[in-house]
């Protein structure tokens, strides 16, 4: 009877951990994201964490707007939801040499057009196009400086946070070389544009370090690094996640965050 009781109040904690639990796929034409339904086992952590790893923003009043990595977050239909919600978040806070541990509460789901509310977001800086961006709202319990960068991966407690790679070059694989090859000469085959054509700089050759958060007991890393670019009448910044476990790099994940048209 005692393990029986054990077992419900255990399930009863997890299932009060995360909010509208579903077993589900994340299916952009059905208008959802799906976090991991259950809760992640420090035991098996590998690739299968990307659906939990976030980034964001932080704003006035330590408040914290976040979004999935693996997500192009622009302008869903009105009956858009969120599955497996975490309650809580734990994560860093980046301004440039600097990170800030920081944990917060869940408070809502917000649909928001971000620059008509907040003065010149940095990371949600859709200047001129208006989106309407999907995002999970998290109060923080700490004073975070306004505007920083906040990324972490739901149920993964990260203890330290190293930027003194800040500003550092990436280094690309032979892969992504021929790749952003590919991607100028297809530029550079579209004439009819607003903006100039995009150069070797305004690709993942030319990605910086932002910071990397670092998960000693399973030896985890995962460094985050950008790039602006372009395109024919688009431009915006490329977040780069590369997830390494025991030194070996064992997924890439590209996020586009554009920025316009012009």
Not at 2 to 7: D, E, P, R, S, V
Not at 24 to 36: A, Q, R, T
Not at 38 to 43: F, P, Y
């Amino acid at each position: 009877m005692k393990i029986i009781t054990i077992c419900l109040l255990l399930l009863l904690i997890k299932c009060n951990e995360i909010i509208n639990i579903s077993v589900c796929d994340s299916d952009l034409e059905s208008n959802s994201y799906c976090f991991n339904k259950d809760k992640i086992d420090s035991r098996e952590i590998g690739a299968n964490i990307s659906p939990n790893i976030f980034i964001g923003e932080s704003f006035e009043n330590n408040l914290v707007l976040v979004e999935p990595f693996e997500f192009d977050n622009h302008d869903h239909a009105n009956n858009f939801k969120f599955f497996n919600i975490r309650r809580t978040i734990s994560a860093f806070a980046f301004q440039t040499l600097n990170a800030q541990k920081i944990n917060g509460k869940f408070i809502e789901h917000s649909r928001l057009h971000l620059s008509k509310i907040y003065d010149r977001p940095k990371y949600f800086n859709m200047t001129i196009s208006e989106p309407i961006f999907e995002l999970l709202k998290y109060k923080t319990n700490e004073n975070i400086i306004n505007n920083s960068i906040v990324f972490g991966v739901f149920d993964l407690d990260f203890e330290k946070a190293d930027c003194s790679i800040f500003g550092k070059k990436r280094p690309y694989t032979k892969e992504e070389y021929k790749e952003a090859l590919e991607e100028l000469k297809e530029d550079h085959q579209s004439t009819d544009r607003t903006l100039d054509f995009k150069s070797p700089e305004e690709t993942i050759l030319n990605a910086r370090f932002i910071c990397k958060i670092q998960y000693s007991a399973v030896k985890l890393e995962i460094l985050l690094s950008s790039f602006n670019t372009k395109g024919m009448e688009y431009a915006g910044t490329v977040y780069i996640a590369d997830l390494y476990k025991d030194k070996k790099l064992i997924k890439t994940i590209q996020k586009y965050n554009y920025d316009g048209p012009y």
